[in-house]
C-alpha cells in the first residue's frame, strides 16, 4: 500500500471555470521537497473523475513555464482533462549542480532518467519520480481514472516519448514538441547521459527513444504524434524528431511526425499547437474510459 503524501497549496487560480494550482510535497525518491502544477478541470472540481494528461518540461524550465506560457488550460477545461506539470529536476540547498553552472546538466536537466553516478544518484532518480511516485500522489489527492497520456517539450518530449516507450501499458498516448529523440548521438544528451550514467553506453540505451522503438517497436506500440519546426536552432544541432520518424518508417510503427515552415523552439511554437495535441489524447484517452 503506497503511504499518503502530505501536499502543501502554494497556489490556486481560478481559471476557465476550474483551477490553476500549484502544490509541494517531499519528494522519497529525490530526496528533497518538489514542486509540482496541476490544472484542475471543472469536471474535476465537481467532484467527476477525469482522465489526465502529464506535461513533462524541457531544459532550465521549472512547472511554472508551461502553465504560464502553452495556454493549455481553456482546451484542457473544455475536454475535461486535468494537466499535471513536475518540475524537470530535483532542486535544494542539498542537491548538487553542475560545477559550471551549466544550463545542460544538474538543476533544471534531470533529463527523467535515474542517475547511477556520484553525486547523482542520491537525488537525480527523475525517471522513477514522474512513472511511479508522482502519479501515486496524484491518485491519492485527485479524482483520476487509472490510464494518463504523456507530452513533452525538447528535453521533456524525451521524457514521454522514453517513458511511453518503456511504459506502454501505462498510458493511452504519447506526444512531443521538438523532442530530443536519441540522446545518445547529440550533444545534450551524450553530456548528460555520462555524468549521470557513466560511460557505459549499453547503460544509455534504456533511455533513448530510438532504441527502445527499434528493440520493441514491431511488438508494442503506442499512439504517438510528434511536431517540429523547421526554423528550431536546435533541429540539426541536437537531431531533434527526425531520427525517430526514421526509425518509425524502418519498423513500421504508426507514429505521425509534422514539420512546420518558420516556427522555432520557443512556447510561440508549442502554444500554436497545443490544442492539436491535448485533443489527440482526448481521443485515445475516450477509449479508456
Not at 472540481?45 to 477525469?50: I, L, M, P
Not at 511516485?133 to 489527492?141: A, D, G, K, T
Not at 528535453?155 to 545518445?184: D, Y
Not at 523552439?265 to 482526448?282: K, Q, W
Request: aromatic share 12%.
Amino acid at each position: 500500500m503506497n503511504t499518503a503524501t502530505n501536499l502543501n497549496e502554494l497556489a490556486a487560480n481560478r481559471c476557465f471555470g476550474g483551477w490553476q494550482k500549484r502544490f509541494s510535497h517531499t519528494s522519497s525518491v529525490l530526496n528533497c521537497e518538489m514542486t509540482f502544477s496541476v490544472y484542475v478541470p471543472p469536471d474535476a472540481a465537481n467532484g467527476t473523475t477525469v482522465p489526465v494528461v502529464y506535461w513533462l518540461s524541457g531544459l532550465t524550465c521549472t512547472d511554472e513555464n508551461f502553465v504560464s506560457k502553452a495556454g493549455a488550460q481553456r482546451i484542457a477545461s473544455e475536454l475535461g482533462i486535468m494537466l499535471v506539470i513536475p518540475d524537470t529536476s530535483p532542486r535544494g540547498d542539498d542537491v548538487p549542480d553542475a560545477d559550471d553552472e551549466a544550463y545542460d546538466l544538474g538543476l533544471g536537466a534531470g533529463f527523467y532518467i535515474n542517475a547511477t553516478q556520484s553525486p547523482w544518484a542520491k537525488h537525480y532518480r527523475m525517471y522513477d519520480y514522474i512513472v511511479d511516485e508522482l502519479p501515486n500522489v496524484i491518485q491519492q489527492h485527485f479524482n483520476v481514472h487509472d490510464k494518463a497520456a504523456i507530452a513533452g517539450h525538447s528535453m521533456g518530449g524525451h521524457g514521454a516519448l522514453m517513458i511511453a516507450l518503456s511504459n506502454v501499458k501505462r498510458f493511452s498516448s504519447v506526444s512531443a514538441f521538438s523532442p530530443i529523440v536519441n540522446p545518445m548521438d547529440c550533444p545534450w544528451g551524450q553530456k548528460a547521459f555520462s555524468h549521470y550514467l557513466g560511460d557505459d553506453k549499453s547503460e544509455w540505451q534504456q533511455y533513448d527513444s530510438c532504441e527502445l522503438m527499434r528493440e520493441q517497436g514491431k511488438f508494442l506500440q503506442i499512439p504517438m504524434l510528434i511536431d517540429q519546426g523547421l526554423a528550431d536552432d536546435f533541429y540539426t544541432t541536437q537531431k531533434l524528431a527526425k531520427p525517430l520518424e526514421d526509425v518509425a518508417l524502418a519498423t513500421n510503427y504508426p507514429a505521425e511526425f509534422r514539420y512546420h515552415e518558420g516556427y522555432d523552439h520557443s512556447y510561440f511554437f508549442i502554444s500554436s499547437f497545443i490544442e492539436d495535441h491535448l485533443r489527440f489524447h482526448a481521443k485515445h484517452l475516450a477509449e479508456y474510459v
